[in-house]
């Protein structure tokens, strides 16, 4: 392992310890395939920034509300209906299509109808099928084969 100075395409210059042996040049190797891309804290950025363009995308497209609350706690409470919304969909590949059909849409229903950032902050790391069917109305929950209050 050896130290190399490596100026970044973004414009950084970062000091990386580097494995491989020198007699084959694999480290210069690596050190010459780093510099071609962003430094770390770079590529971080532009992660986050894809992220937070991801999630106003899938608002937009979800028709969500606006969610009410302090500006941390919507902040946080956003993050959370997104992977929330995440899960549901996820249900789509599923055991049963013909159901997710039902299913998704209408959790999906479920989650734009929660517009307080704490009622999502509250509810972060939960089972989301579980938690959005509770949500439920009466009506929509007979709209799904074996879905009732009380189950
Ligand atoms: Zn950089």
Do not use: F
């Not at 479920?110 to 517009?115: C, I, L, Q």
């Not at 704490?118 to 799904?144: H, I, K, P, S, Y």
């Amino acid at each position: 392992m050896a130290w190399y100075t490596i100026e970044h395409a973004c414009g950084h210059v970062v000091e990386r310890r580097l494995n491989g042996t020198k007699v084959l040049g694999e480290r210069e190797a690596a050190a010459e395939r780093l510099a071609e891309g962003p430094c770390r804290d770079c590529r971080r950025r532009e992660r986050d920034a894809a992220a937070v363009e991801a999630m106003a995308a899938a608002e937009d497209a979800g028709d969500w509300p606006v969610l009410t609350g302090g500006e941390r706690q919507v902040e946080s409470a956003r993050r959370i209906r997104h992977e929330a919304a995440e899960q549901v969909r996820s249900w789509e590949h599923g055991v049963d299509p013909e159901r997710a059909e039902v299913v998704v849409p209408l959790l999906l229903r479920a989650v734009a109808r929660r517009d307080a950032a704490a009622w999502w902050n509250d509810r972060r790391g939960t089972d989301w099928t579980r938690t959005l069917r509770a949500e439920l109305t009466a009506a929509e929950l007979e709209r799904v084969e074996g879905w009732t209050r009380e189950t």
